[in-house]
């Protein structure tokens, strides 16, 4: 089966859960931004949750499907259409050989995930499908989509999934439920984004420490994949650090002598010479990243004992749901 | 390194996040403590912990990412803790096989000219001639401190003082694949086309980088590495190789 992309959209990129275990090559894991949304996408198509799928940024693409496949869309909302009738997100959809699907404009949120039953079949490049942008390493040759190309879907499960009605005129998937989408997307800036502190926390001056958790931050127009900027209150430290470079993984926040900190994201380096001044707790990192340029950012204390444990707790929560959509998919 | 050596004192271990420990065996670049880095990266892979999702190598630190859900169970209330038990183990044990001598790589270096543009900079620079910087640049033994910045991009130890010059002030947009370059106190080698602020005095024609060959990086952290001289005529022959 194969897709053609029509229009690619702003940034359309392939991605899967990351790129693991290649960080003494100097490559970093890229993948999702928003690793729930790909893992529910690819739940509800019945695809392992590390399918290759494609991560939809603000301006979704055009996709024509040449056969009959099953997808589903999760993360940023948007009005999708296929052969101009809107479809619904957070649940399987059937549309039909010859389809066109308009991803559309996310309406709430930044990025959206399409997943395909079977998967996109693309190249494993360092034992991942996931587009490192900025390294040109990935499918594609580590670029994002461009108008033109093709995509073939892979076909061991890409064979129609037991008692489906084609999609025609109107919202009408052959299932008629789906996921409440309100615990797997939050892009409410009013929301606090919660914060472990760094291990160069401490070396802020008291003015910047009282001011991190109570003063608001807006997302530059620069900010990535790689990370995003924060405006506000200009962050200093109390005396100049010596640092060496150390790692640094998705959600570290640093800060550069500019004093406006940086929030590491999926497409960060492995190492970083900044001061650590704080982590983005890892149950946060999806919402952060369903924020645009332009959000207000508010960051409140958590310490890591609690983060960790609201973690363990949200992937049970995760593993209950994927296990759940499992069920309802063979019914 | 020794056989059953270990990694001398225990390193401090500090979260980096709930999905990553830092292991710190100290504060600054050096090749002592950095080689410490690179003989616990092999204990940590020999060891087969579970939950392991990638090993960081830095200068003097190394970071281990892990699933938190595979660390739930131990003697400790929490994944991170019961983690940091697990790998201060690792280092209260010795190793019990000899860890593996560190690989020597040569690798050949066209110098200065159109491959080097700021080889004539770094010889006024450190007061000396080009042919003297050459020849002390592919005098000494460097060791990958780590790679990182760009995939296969070598942060190399062990440059002549009298070499060593700040990065340019204002960065280059492209500096070609293969450059060989000073920044700092440091030596490096870049894999592909990228923007960068070292002085470039010269170009390899080695492949430093290549995701479908097996291994990726010409060279791995804790390597050591000779640069060799070559003329433009090897250079072309080599790299049509």
């Known amino acids: 089966m194969k897709v053609r992309v029509a229009k690619a959209g702003l940034l359309t990129t392939l991605q899967d859960r990351g790129r693991d275990g290649c960080a003494m090559l100097g490559v970093g894991r890229a993948g999702a931004m928003d690793d729930v949304a790909l893992r529910l996408a690819n739940a509800l198509v019945g695809n392992e949750a590390g399918a290759a799928v494609l991560e939809i940024t603000l301006i979704g693409p055009r996709l024509r499907f040449d056969t009959a496949a099953t997808i589903a869309l999760t993360g940023a909302e948007l009005g999708a259409h296929a052969d101009g009738a809107e479809i619904g997100m957070w649940r399987p959809v059937d549309v039909a050989g010859g389809a066109v699907l308009d991803v559309g404009t996310a309406r709430r949120g930044a990025r959206a995930y399409l997943a395909v039953r079977g998967g996109f079949d693309v190249a494993s490049v360092l034992g991942s499908f996931s587009t490192d942008v900025n390294a040109g390493l990935g499918p594609l040759d580590g670029r994002a989509l461009r108008d033109g190309d093709e995509l073939l879907v892979r076909g061991e499960l890409g064979a129609r999934p037991p008692s489906p009605q084609p999609l025609s005129r109107g919202e009408r998937g052959f299932r008629n439920w789906s996921l409440d989408p309100r615990p797997w997307l939050d892009a409410d800036a009013g929301h606090p984004i919660r914060l472990i502190r760094g291990a160069h926390f401490d070396a802020l001056d008291a003015r910047s420490r009282a001011a991190i958790f109570s003063e608001e931050f807006h997302i530059t127009s620069d900010s990535n994949r790689v990370g995003f900027r924060f405006d506000g209150p200009r962050l200093a430290l109390a005396a100049p650090l010596e640092l060496v470079s150390e790692p640094v993984t998705y959600g570290t926040l640093q800060l550069p002598p500019g004093g406006q900190p940086i929030a590491l994201m999926a497409e960060h380096p492995t190492i970083g010479g900044y001061p650590r001044i704080g982590q983005v707790a890892a149950i946060d990192l999806q919402r952060l990243a369903q924020r645009r340029p332009g959000d207000a950012v508010r960051f409140e204390e958590i310490d890591l004992d609690a983060a960790q444990t609201r973690y363990l707790e949200r992937e049970r929560e995760l593993a209950r749901l994927i296990a759940t959509i499992g069920e309802r998919l063979t019914a | ?241």
């Open chain 2, 1 to 241: 390194m020794k056989a059953g050596a270990g990694a001398g004192d225990d390193p401090a271990i500090e979260p980096l996040g709930e999905t990553a420990l830092l292991l710190r065996f100290g504060t600054s670049i050096d090749t002592a403590l950095n080689a410490r880095v690179h003989e616990a990266s092999q204990m940590l892979r020999s060891a087969h912990l579970p939950g392991i999702l990638d090993i960081v190598p830095a200068y003097a630190t190394l970071a281990l990412r892990y699933e938190p859900s595979q660390w739930t169970d131990g003697h400790e209330t929490s994944p991170w803790r019961n983690i940091a038990a697990a790998v201060r183990a690792i280092f209260r044990t010795p190793p019990a096989g000899t860890t593996s001598e560190p690989a020597i790589v040569d690798v050949p270096v066209c110098y200065g000219g159109e491959f080097g543009p700021d080889l004539d900079a770094l010889a006024s620079h450190a007061g000396l001639d080009a042919a003297e910087i050459i020849a002390r640049h592919s005098a000494a033994d460097y060791q990958v401190a780590m790679i990182g910045f760009a995939p296969g991009f070598p942060y190399l130890l062990g440059l002549d003082p009298a070499l060593h010059m700040p990065r340019r002030a204002n960065p280059r947009t492209r500096v070609p694949a293969g450059s060989v370059a000073v920044g700092g106190a440091q030596t490096g080698i870049y894999p592909s086309a990228l923007p960068g602020g070292w002085q470039l005095i010269g170009r390899t024609p080695a492949v430093l980088f290549d995701a479908q060959r097996m291994p990726p990086c010409l060279l791995a952290p804790g390597d050591r590495v000779r640069f060799v001289a070559i003329d433009a005529a090897e250079f072309a022959e080599r790299s049509r190789a």
